[in-house]
């Protein structure tokens, strides 16, 4: 089995910075695309950053370009979320996802961690 686990999140100031990391774990031969969504109440969830198997390409939702960054390392099996210039509007559940393939599997799945809270409130 594949467990993906965040930590990071909490309460910040509007102005603040966050970093999230989310650590991939279980019989992994490889993982791809790793990616960082959130949701905010009565929204849908929506992809935040995505960052390619090497690091070489990432994307971001336009709301969040120039403020976050999104890497990853690949010996950690772990993706990391740099939020900066945070704003209220940037509240919500962030939940971590990757393409794994599993040892001893030829195809992969995708996964999703469980979720962490930030909330940006004075």
């Known amino acids: 089995q594949v467990q993906l686990v965040e930590s990071g999140g909490g309460l910040v100031e509007p102005g603040g910075s966050l970093r999230l990391s989310c650590a991939a774990s279980g019989s992994i031969a490889s993982i791809s695309d790793m990616a960082w969504y959130r949701q905010a109440p009565g929204k849908q969830r929506e992809l935040v950053a995505l960052?390619?198997?090497?690091?070489?390409?990432?994307r971001y939702t336009d709301s969040v370009k120039g403020r976050f960054t999104i890497s990853r390392d690949n010996a950690k099996k772990t993706v990391y979320l740099q939020m900066n210039s945070l704003r209220p509007e940037d509240t919500a559940v962030y939940y971590c996802n990757a393409d794994v393939v599993m040892i001893g599997k030829r195809d992969g799945n995708n996964y999703w961690g469980q979720g962490t809270q930030v909330t940006v409130s004075s």
């Open positions: 960052i390619s198997s090497g690091g070489g390409y990432s």
